[in-house]
């Protein structure tokens, strides 16, 4: 079973930054693609980034690309999504996601409250 470490949320005003984390054993790490999604509160989920199992290839949501950014570390087995500006509609659980043959494994996700 897939495990997916999630690391990162929290509470930050409006205009803040956070940094999310996702971390995997090495065994895995680099073989597959990996993303996140989020979640509002009365909402469905949707896709928010992804980024290639060798991080040459990344892809950020149209609408939340001058703000946001994916990239990974090899080293440390983890998946970055880096958020800037933060506003309060950022507001939402966000979950790593990793792509297999078999189907996408989901992290338990991780909470970001942006006050405004």
């Known amino acids: 079973q897939v495990q997916l470490r999630e690391s990162g949320g929290g509470l930050v005003q409006a205009g803040g930054s956070l940094r999310l984390s996702c971390a995997t054993s090495d065994h895995i790490f680099s073989v597959y693609n990996m993303g996140w999604w989020r979640q509002a509160p009365g909402k469905v989920r949707e896709f928010v980034a992804a980024?290639?199992?060798?991080?040459?290839?990344?892809h950020v949501t149209n609408t939340l690309q001058d703000r946001f950014s994916i990239y990974r570390d090899s080293a440390e087995n983890t998946v970055y999504l880096q958020m800037f500006d933060l506003k309060p509609e950022d507001t939402a659980v966000y979950y790593c996601?990793?792509?297999?043959?078999?189907?996408?494994?989901w992290g338990q996700g991780t909470q970001v409250t942006v006050s405004s």
């Open positions: 996601t990793l792509d297999r043959m078999e189907g996408r494994s």
């Open positions: 980024i290639s199992r060798n991080g040459e290839e990344a």
